[in-house]
């Protein structure tokens, strides 16, 4: 049995710190691509769990004080704002965060209980508190940044209504499969934006911004957070009234 146990968390470990390692030097990555690897992980915690003979009081710590630190560092993070210019979308999280999770490690943690099954129904709950803080709390409030879909649909429609469209920067086909669209964005060097803009009256040009320019004068057709920057659909009138009087905000990325 032992043996078995072994082999199956060989299995799971090979399944998940490769797959996990690999996803996080994609650029592209979004959150739910990481679900796969879920049951793996899963898997591991079980195999774990089944081998506990007796509920000691660093099996309550190993739940409880992950919460707490990330508790700490949403809060850190919310007060401080120590990585607005890397994750500008940061601004946008309820600091509620914080203090659901931190309320929910001390709940855990007085949950006295000495039983394995019991103890089970413990490490139930405070992944579910942990899931529904991460799709509630983040996900629902910053999902543009790294979903794609909302750009890609718009995108899409300008495509279908037959403008021009052009992206400044190099251009990875993000946008395309998610979009649908038959044929990709033209690619654009800083160079060439202005008699792009001026040859196409009725383009359309994406442009990735650094910072947090002012959209509310800017007035672009469609803005977003996007990673750790923002994204924005500029028509081409749109081009020469706001990138031509600020030659540093429309450049390459």
Same mark, same amino acid.
């Given at each position: ?6 082999? @199956? ?7 998940? /710190?490769?797959?996990?390692?690999? /996803? ?45 630190? !990330? @508790?700490? !560092? ?17 601004? +946008? ?6 203090? !659901?999770?931190?309320?929910? +490690? /001390? ?16 490490? !139930? ?9 991460? /799709?509630? @709390?983040?996900?629902?409030?910053? @999902?543009? +940044? ?108």
């Amino acid at each position: 049995s032992s043996k078995k146990l072994s082999e @199956g968390l060989k299995f799971s470990i090979a399944w998940f /710190f490769p797959v996990f390692i690999s /996803f996080s030097f994609i650029s592209g990555k979004q959150v739910h691509y990481l679900l796969p690897i879920y049951p793996a992980l899963a898997l591991i915690i079980a195999s774990q769990f089944d081998r506990i003979k007796k509920i000691a009081w660093y099996d309550h710590a190993v739940i409880v004080i992950p919460l707490l630190i !990330v @508790g700490g !560092v949403f809060y850190y993070l919310n007060m401080t704002h120590r990585i607005n210019d890397l994750a500008p979308w940061m601004n +946008a999280l309820p600091i509620q965060n914080s203090f !659901v999770l931190i309320l929910g +490690a /001390f709940l855990i943690f007085i949950w006295k209980t000495k039983d394995k099954i019991s103890f089970l129904w413990k490490l !139930v709950t405070a992944n579910i508190l942990v899931i529904s803080v991460l /799709f509630l @709390g983040v996900i629902y409030h910053t @999902g543009n +940044a790294y979903d794609l879909r909302e750009v890609s649909r718009t995108l899409k429609t300008i495509e279908d209504r037959g403008l021009p469209l052009a992206y400044l920067g190099n251009y990875a086909g993000q946008f395309d499969f998610i979009g649908r669209l038959n044929n990709p964005p033209q690619v654009l060097t800083t160079a060439q934006l202005f008699n792009w803009a001026k040859e196409h009256e009725e383009g359309r040009v994406i442009i990735i911004f650094d910072g947090e320019p002012d959209f509310e004068k800017i007035k672009p057709e469609f803005t977003s957070w996007y990673r750790g920057s923002h994204i924005a659909i500029l028509s081409s009138s749109d081009i020469n009234r706001i990138c031509k009087p600020q030659p540093n905000l429309c450049i390459e990325h």
